[in-house]
Nanobody
Framework: QVQLVESGGGSVQAGGSLVLSCAAA??????????MGWFRQAPGKEREGVAA???????FYADSVKGRFTISKHNANSTLSLQMNMLKPEDTAMYYC?????????????????????WGKGTLVNISS
C-alpha cells in the first residue's frame, strides 16, 4: 500500500511562492514506475488536476497554473514537489498528491482524479490578497 504525505502548505500573500512536497513510502514497484500528480480542492468546488508527471518525466499542467507552477519527481529520495510562484488568491485550496502504477494513464487523463488510486491527506494553501 502506497502512503503519500504532503507538506509545505501555508499562508502567503499574493505574488509569493511556496514549495509543496510529497513523500512516498510503501510502494511495491520501483518508484520510477509511478506516475504522479498534484490536485487541489477549494471549498465548495470539485477536485481539479493542477500538474502531473508521467513515467518518462513528461509534465502536464492545468491552463490556470502554466508558467507559474513546476512539478518535479525526485526518484533518488522518492518525493514529488510542486514549486508554486506568482501565487494568486484563487490558488487557495487543499492540495493533494496522487500516484498510480497501473499503466492506465494517457496524455489526456493525467490531470483527472479518477486516474489515480493512491492519495495523500492534503496540505492547505492559503493566498491572501
Amino acid at each position: 500500500q502506497v502512503q503519500l504525505v504532503e507538506s509545505g502548505g501555508g499562508s502567503v500573500q499574493a505574488g509569493g511562492s511556496l514549495v509543496l512536497s510529497c513523500a512516498a513510502a510503501g510502494y511495491t514497484y520501483p518508484y520510477t514506475a509511478y506516475y504522479m500528480g498534484w490536485f487541489r480542492q477549494a471549498p465548495g468546488k470539485e477536485r481539479e488536476g493542477v500538474a502531473a508527471i508521467n513515467t518518462d518525466g513528461l509534465t502536464f499542467y492545468a491552463d490556470s497554473v502554466k508558467g507559474r507552477f513546476t512539478i518535479s519527481k525526485h526518484n533518488a529520495n522518492s518525493t514529488l514537489s510542486l514549486q508554486m510562484n506568482m501565487l494568486k488568491p484563487e490558488d487557495t485550496a487543499m492540495y493533494y498528491c496522487a500516484a498510480d502504477v497501473s499503466g492506465s494513464w494517457t496524455t489526456g487523463n493525467l490531470l483527472s482524479a479518477g486516474t489515480y488510486v493512491y492519495w495523500g491527506k492534503g496540505t492547505l494553501v492559503n493566498i491572501s490578497s
